[in-house]
C-alpha cells in the first residue's frame, strides 16, 4: 500500500511540475469521485479488516486555497473471524455516510498540499451473520481529519488524500466477539477509523 501511495504521489507531483499556474482553473465548484482503502484503530483494528472504500465530493473554492466540500462516502469492510470462515461464513460491514469538510491549501500553486478538517456521520450495516457475533447496526458520528495533494490542469483535478476520523457514539462492534453474544449487555470496541482515496474530478 505504501509503494501505491508513493507512486501516485510521484505522478501527480512530476505531472504538476509541467502545468503553469495560468492554466489551472483553481476556483468554482469542482465534481469529483473516487476510491481507496478504509480500515480501522485502536480495539476496532482486531475486529474489523481493510476494505474498499469509495466515494464522492462537491467542492467550493471561492479562492485558490479555501475550499468547502459536501460528500458522501461509503466502505465494505469483513469482519475479522481469526480463522472461522468456514464455520460463520463472511459477514461484514457496509458504511455509508456524509461529511462536510473544509480544507486549507498550504501553497496557491497547480500541485497543492494541504489540510482538512470537518464533520460526518455515517450509517454501519452489518450483513450476513455478523448479527450473532454482537455486531449491530448503528449511526456513528466522526471528526475527519488529515492532509492531502491536489493537482490541477484546466479544469481537471486528481486529488490524492488521508484522512483519520475520530468516532464517537460507536456501538457497531464488541469488544470481544463470540457466538449468540448478549448484545445489550456487550463491552464496546472504541476506536478510530483511517482512509486513503484517490478521487478524480472537473472543475466548472
Known sequence: ????L??????????????????????????SAGGGVEGYS???A?????????GATLTLKPSKVLGLELGYSGAVNSID???LEDQLGNPDIVRNGGQAVATVGLTASPVQPYILGGIGVSDYNVRSGGEALGYS???VGSVPLGAGL???SGNFSADLRGNYNLLFDEEFAPNTPTVDQDVVNADFASGGSYNATLSIGATF
Open 150 to 152: 491536489r493537482f490541477y
Open 6 to 31: 508513493a507512486l501516485m504521489v510521484g505522478l501527480l507531483w512530476g505531472t504538476g511540475a509541467l502545468a503553469k499556474e495560468g492554466d489551472a482553473d483553481m476556483r468554482g465548484l469542482t465534481v
Open 137 to 139: 447496526d448503528d449511526t
Open 81 to 83: 473471524l481469526d480463522g
Open 46 to 54: 482486531p475486529r474489523i479488516d481493510p476494505g474498499a472504500a469509495y
Open 1 to 4: 500500500m505504501k509503494r501505491i
Open 42 to 44: 485502536g480495539a476496532l
